[in-house]
């Protein structure tokens, strides 16, 4: 008998690289195990605090042996050498359908050629392949011997990264634009499908306030230095900066009187404040990005550096219909000041009902609809070979 979505004895597990914050990638998480709540779930770590477990629904995790190592909770980074060692001892071998959610080390989980695995990339692993200057300089690892021993692990990596893109059957991007980093590091192809975002949360506020809003977590790439140091150069323009983390010190030192730090914020202060801003700023290089697409769901238009996913999300000035926002080309101080200038130009011609509108295009139900159905074609197809090779 053909397995299908719904068929009571198809086996699935989903196995996610870690499990330590609610972030993007959970997001997707949550909705695939809303797809399949009869999956079991792996990660190579769990330390979600209980305030942050709510979207696994109760269900228990299977965790590696990195867990019990000393100070995994707080340095589980720095067993990354370790995590293809633990991400392979992962015993499988009793499911159907194994579904991988990974930017780092979950895809190269061991399959058998009677099991399907598709694998949900978020991103082949970005600090060993085409980010890894970057990485290196940021975290101090580009020189001595420490740099020497991190080029050679993360060249290690990269090896097996490869490898275990094999055991893939099929690849899952999050936008088109991871889809040719996909290709670029293993030559597959992948289909398409975006994120989803909790439209029900974020809720459309038409009347604006007058300041520009930029909310993440304070890390190097995420470029909220830059964005504050723009608002050194615009002392007229008031920036609100929602979010801590580890650059959160530095960003202060560099804030003038007409930037506010607010640091870490409930849910309900974030949604309050996309609702009223002039306009979301973004100037990070980000795979899919999903603030920028809460912002519009609030009604807010997005000024985004016109790199990576942002261009598939936000419809920009002047070549879309029912623009959303504008896109800065450099992630530079003056590229910043001129889009500002431009989009104060518009004098609010974009429309805070334009922007939900697109936004809509990115719901939760709509993400279950085409992972749902992703999954059905790639079972029939996957049962159909076993099938024929049966014969």
Known sequence: MPLTNDSPSLR????????????????????????????????????????????????????????????????????????????????????????????????????????????????????????????????????????????????????????????????????????????????????????????????????????????????????????????????DKRLIVIGDGPDFEKIKRLAPPNVTLLGHQPFEVLVSHLQQAKAFIFAAEEDFGIAPLEAQACGTPVIAYGKGGALETIKGLPNEKASTGLFFPQQTVDAICQAMMQFEQLDGSISPADCRENALRFSQERFCSQFTDFVTQSLDAFQSGLAQGAR
Request: net charge positive; hydrophobic share 40%.
């Open 12 to 235: 699935i597990a989903i196995i996610h690289d870690w499990l330590t914050v609610y972030a993007g990638a959970e997001r997707v998480l949550e909705q695939m195990l809303r797809c399949y709540p009869q999956a079991d779930l792996y990660s190579t770590v769990d330390f979600l605090p209980p305030s942050a477990r709510g979207f696994l629904q109760g269900k228990a995790v299977t965790t590696s042996f990195i867990q019990k190592l000393p100070f995994a909770k707080t340095k589980y980074r720095a067993y990354l050498p370790l995590m293809p060692l633990a991400i392979e001892q992962f015993d499988l071998s009793a499911y159907d359908l194994i579904i991988s959610s990974s930017h780092a080390v979950a895809k190269g989980v061991l399959t058998g050629p009677d099991q399907l695995h598709l694998c949900m990339c978020y991103s082949p692993i970005r600090y060993a392949w085409d980010l890894q200057h970057q990485y290196l300089q940021e975290t101090g690892l580009n020189q001595g011997l420490k740099g020497w021993v991190a080029k050679y692990l993360l060249h290690q990596l990269r090896i097996w990264d490869l490898r275990t893109a094999n055991g893939v059957d099929h690849f899952i991007a999050i936008s088109h634009f991871i889809a040719r980093r996909i290709y670029k590091v293993y030559r597959r192809e992948s289909t398409v499908i975006y994120p989803p975002i909790a439209l029900d949360q974020f809720t459309l506020g038409e009347h604006k306030a007058d300041y520009y809003l930029t909310a993440s977590r304070m890390v190097p790439y995420k470029k909220i230095d830059l964005i504050v140091k723009s608002f050194c150069d615009m002392p």
